[in-house]
């Protein structure tokens, strides 16, 4: 199994931009979490999905942020326009069914905004 | 607001010695907690998790701690070894509902040879 598989690692964008982030859950998954790190505010959930629909957005900080999972092998988290203190790395999880509790990380994307 | 409260932020330890993070919670709907642990540039992983049904749970070198009357629980890192260096991060999970864990906000462990 690949596990989480998330592009692009790295992204550096100037304010203003629009930014995309990918994820491929691992398959099989009914879950699929999008989480943001920073040194000041740790893990925190932005949004999660049950079989491709949104059940919990209220982490997403703003309506520059945006979700969608148009089907179980594929999820994105899009910010336009993008600002400096979107800066932080993106994590996406994924794991198997309600209850299984374990969730399976992917590598993150570090995003950059200048 | 901050639902896990973990400490400390950082703690250096010495090779052969233990290594002890905290967690607090208030929400007594939380029924599973678990520890990831997350290296350098990768994402985190579970290590150990714990039902309130039970006060230890050991697993090699990793020993969870919980005290359900004090709403508190712990990760005991025994014979801390340099490879354990990483951060560290406690979490719960409700009984209802999806899986969403709510994190603490992570200890970096550093072990010095």
């Known amino acids: 199994d690949a596990g989480v598989i998330q592009s692009p690692r790295h992204e550096v964008t100037e304010m203003g931009q629009e930014v995309t982030l990918r994820c491929k859950p691992i398959?099989?998954?009914?879950?699929l979490f999008w989480y943001r790190q920073t040194m000041m505010r740790g893990l925190e959930l932005l949004i999660y999905f049950n079989n491709n629909v949104p059940i919990d957005d209220s982490g997403m900080p703003e309506d520059r942020f945006s979700a969608k999972m148009p089907n179980a092998s594929f999820s994105t988290l899009k910010i336009q326009p993008s600002e400096p203190r979107d800066s932080a790395v993106y994590f996406c999880?994924?794991?198997?069914?309600?209850?299984?509790?374990?969730?399976?990380f992917g590598p993150g994307t570090r995003l950059t905004v200048t | 607001q901050q639902q896990v409260k973990q400490s400390p932020q950082s703690l250096i330890v010495q090779k052969g010695g233990i290594s002890i993070i905290n967690c607090a919670y208030e929400?007594?709907?939380?029924?599973?907690f678990p520890w990831y642990q997350q290296f350098p540039g990768k994402g985190p992983a579970l290590l150990i998790a714990i039902r309130p049904d039970v006060s230890e749970k050991k697993e090699g070198r990793f020993t969870i701690s919980f005290n359900k009357s004090a709403k508190q629980f712990s990760l005991h890192i025994m014979d801390s070894q340099p490879g354990d260096s990483a951060t560290y991060f406690c979490?719960?999970?409700?009984?209802?509902?999806?899986?969403?864990?709510?994190f603490g906000t992570g200890t970096r462990l550093t072990v010095i040879p």
């Open positions: 398959s099989g998954h009914d879950y």
């Open positions: 999880a994924s794991t198997r069914r309600e209850g299984s509790y374990e969730q399976y």
């Open positions: 979490a719960a999970s409700k009984k209802t509902g999806a899986n969403n864990l709510f």
């Open positions: 929400n007594t709907a939380f029924d599973y």
